[in-house]
């Protein structure tokens, strides 16, 4: 039987471990509604305001108290369980996938010992069925298992052609391995909050739960999807919203078709956020660039649909009939 | 196709279906596979189940199909229509064909047919010079050359299969397709549930498509020798280090040469290496999840050949082994300006002749469209 410590719990605090943990410290939610857990409140609504900003909460392991870290996250959850707001939930979902594929990279890659690599690779056996193990420097999965994430990923480096194989297995680096299951580990935490049913809270989480809807206000309304929008773009929105990484010539296809339709850089920027690399100055300064507000002053067109076909970008439907370029996307469509 | 010609071909395919039932079995997990038929002249009936060998018999006694198909795909409920037959998973699927590889040896089999009035030519040209018509059908006829190729293709899809790929080759079955190409089977419980796109992406891999500089060692810049592939590598670095420098001695000449000439002069050279390494199958086949493929023992009707396993490949006579149809002379008027080998003996050419002709080589002539009953 695998230990699991609190240390890992904090780093982990999905696992199905972590509830146990709670329930054997005999501490109920009523208790957690005393005064004296105000800290763990303000630091679980803490993590949900980092999180919502596109931004990965950072814990200090070292220095911090372990069970205030366990403790805020399952508080973070009954918060957002009760303030409902799903744009929350997602965004928290994935920003804590990301906490916890640093982690999970760091545990992957540090500890080379047998001893300390079981935890990593046990938590992607039983969250996602994927058997990884140990070859020399390199981490090795079936070649199907690589396949059915692999295929999601639009960069041609992740083409099993540009993998190395051998003996139905694939060689990935300890990066590699944690990218590959990054939806999974989003959508395994955004299911756990799911299925987290809460009937009645603390009288002192509810001012928190109140703020957390007012701040949902806030992103409501930052990016517009329209479903006027052609496929491309809209596959490439999807993608950024899953947090999944878009080529940088998806990236420029979503800049200059909404810069086309009168979108401002200020309103096209949040759109990246969710990017596993977002920086928000170098995306305003490379939407600027795009606009031509910025630089040698050129305004970038949208790229050509057989353009876009080249780079594996175009996924047309029947809609796009008789269009060689995206923004001529609908405007057709009402010929009678 | 005319009637006359339809009975012909469906008595000799009858005598095959009711002689040679012991070529011709269901498929493992038949009762999970959906089957459809085509006859000549109409269309496919599909959603078929066909539970054992008897039922199969029994289908090709009834209706005499032109051809027989099976899925590659398992379902819970086969006979139903797709949406709700519930795709439990499928073999993969391979289809190598002699038309896809580009041969030189092709135009010297291939006969043009006019559209209009049937008449072939080995020579292409604008116009036919018996009616006028510029609109011709091409006709390939067996050709030694195209199996010996397509062969090659086999042998390199299954040593990937087995190296890179972990399958076993007691899980591979290699086909003849009944025309003039051959069809792989393989039966390997890791790759059954993969869906369409991962296929595709095997397929990329098989065919060495969408390689890129960077994963072989060579960058945009500061390109060292130390990342190129070696000779012990496996896998396609392995292939391709083989490639680039052919023995070890010239791997330090090789490799000044490579990191000269930079980024784009690899890429081409990558290129050249999925042309004569990459596996040359047809991607729409394998990537396709509810396909209904031929049934192996089954009759091919561009050919009158059958689809059957071969043993041993590289001994394997298409020509003499797939050719099951009966012997009886058989008197057709055949307009075949190639000569054609099956069994072993020689047949024309014909220029618009009545010739007594033994069955197989009459329905041969018949399905490629050279010939007529009478
Ligand atoms: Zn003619
Ligand atoms: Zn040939």
Redesign the interface.
């Known amino acids: 039987m695998l230990k699991i410590g609190v240390k890992d719990l904090a780093k982990y605090p999905f696992l199905t471990e972590a509830g146990e943990y709670l329930r054997n410290t005999g501490l109920s939610l009523e208790q957690l509604g005393h005064p004296d857990w105000q800290p763990i409140v303000e630091k679980a609504y803490g993590r949900i305001v980092v999180a919502s900003s596109g931004q990965i909460y950072g814990s200090d392991l070292e220095a911090l108290d372990n069970d205030s870290e366990l403790l805020s996250f399952l508080v973070a959850i009954i918060l957002l369980k009760s303030a409902g707001i799903a744009t929350l939930i997602r965004r928290f979902s994935l920003a804590e996938s990301r906490r916890a594929e640093r982690y999970l990279q760091q545990d992957l890659w540090i500890s080379r010992d047998k001893k300390n690599l079981e935890l990593p690779l046990k938590i992607i056996q039983d969250l996602f069925a994927v058997n990884v193990s140990i070859d020399n420097e390199d981490f090795v999965i ?3 298992d690589y ?2 994430r ?2 999601h990923f639009h960069e ?2 992740w ?11 694939v060689y990935l680096s300890a990066h590699e391995t944690v990218r590959l299951i990054r939806t999974e580990l989003g959508e395994y935490i955004n299911g756990k909050i799911q299925s987290v049913n809460v009937d009645s809270i603390p009288q002192s989480f509810r001012h928190r739960v109140d703020d957390l809807v007012t701040l949902a206000k806030k992103f409501s309304d930052t990016v517009y999807v329209s479903s006027e929008y052609p496929p491309c773009v809209k596959h490439g929105i999807e993608v950024l919203e899953k947090g999944e990484n878009l080529p940088h010539s998806g990236r420029f296809l979503l800049a200059t078709y909404l810069l086309s339709k009168g979108q401002t850089v200020d309103q096209i920027a949040p759109l990246f956020k969710n990017a596993p690399d977002y920086n928000e100055r170098t995306t305003k300064y490379q939407l600027e660039h795009i606009s031509g507000s910025s630089g040698s002053g050129t305004k970038y067109q949208c790229p050509s649909c057989e353009k876009l076909r080249s780079e594996s970008l175009c996924f047309a439907t029947p809609d796009c009939d008789g269009i060689i370029n995206p923004v001529q996307f609908g405007k057709r469509r009402k010929n009678p | 196709m005319n009637e006359k010609n339809i009975l012909l071909i469906e008595s000799a395919f009858k005598e095959y279906y009711f002689n040679r039932f012991d070529l011709i079995h269901v498929p493992q997990k038949a009762t999970e596979r959906e089957f459809g038929y085509q006859k000549f002249n109409s269309g496919m009936t599909r959603h078929l189940v066909v539970k054992n060998d008897k039922d199969l018999h029994l289908l090709l006694m009834k209706e005499v199909p032109s051809d027989v198909y099976c899925s590659n795909a398992y379902y819970s409920f086969p006979s139903l229509p797709m949406s709700e037959k519930d795709w439990k998973g499928a073999d993969l699927i391979f289809d190598i064909d002699a038309k896809d590889l580009a041969l030189s040896c092709r135009k010297d089999h291939t006969v043009f047919k006019c559209i209009s009035c049937n008449n072939p030519t080995i020579e292409f040209s604008q116009q036919c010079s018996k009616c006028g018509s510029t609109k011709f059908e091409t006709v390939s006829v067996g050709c030694k050359n195209c199996i010996s190729e397509s062969k090659k293709e086999v042998t390199k899809l299954v040593d990937i299969l087995t ?5 076993k080759k007691e899980q591979i079955e290699v086909y003849f397709s009944g025309n003039e190409g051959f069809h792989v089977r393989v039966t390997n419980n ?2 059954e ?3 369409s ?2 296929r ?3 397929v ?2 098989l065919m ?5 500089p ?2 072989f060692g060579i960058k945009r810049q500061n390109n060292f020798k130390a990342s190129l592939p070696t000779f012990e ?5 392995g292939r391709v280090a083989h490639k680039l420098f052919s023995s070890k001695s010239k791997v330090p000449k090789a490799t000044r040469e490579i990191i000269a000439s930079g980024y784009s002069a690899f890429q081409v050279q990558l290129e050249e290496i999925k042309k004569t390494m990459g596996v040359k199958v047809d991607p729409k086949v394998t990537m396709d999840i509810h396909r209904i493929f031929r049934l192996e023992g089954s009759i091919n009707s561009k050919s009158g050949l059958s689809k059957i396993q071969c043993e041993d490949l590289n001994s394997f006579d298409p020509f003499l082994e797939a050719c099951l149809l009966g012997n009886d002379d058989v008197n057709v008027m055949v307009n075949c300006p190639l000569q054609i080998r099956l069994k072993n003996k020689k047949f024309g050419p014909y220029n618009n002749e009545i010739v007594s002709l033994p069955k197989y080589a009459a329905v041969y002539m018949l399905c490629k469209g050279l010939g007529n009953a009478v």
Do not use: C, H
């Open positions: 079936k070649v199907p396949l059915q692999a295929v041609k480096e083409k099993l052609v540009n993998r190395r194989v051998a003996n139905g297995l | 190296t890179d790929l972990n399958v890791d790759y549930s993969l869906g796109q991962e595709a992406d095997l990329d891999y060495f498509n969408g390689a890129i960077e994963s590598e496996k896998g396609w670095r």
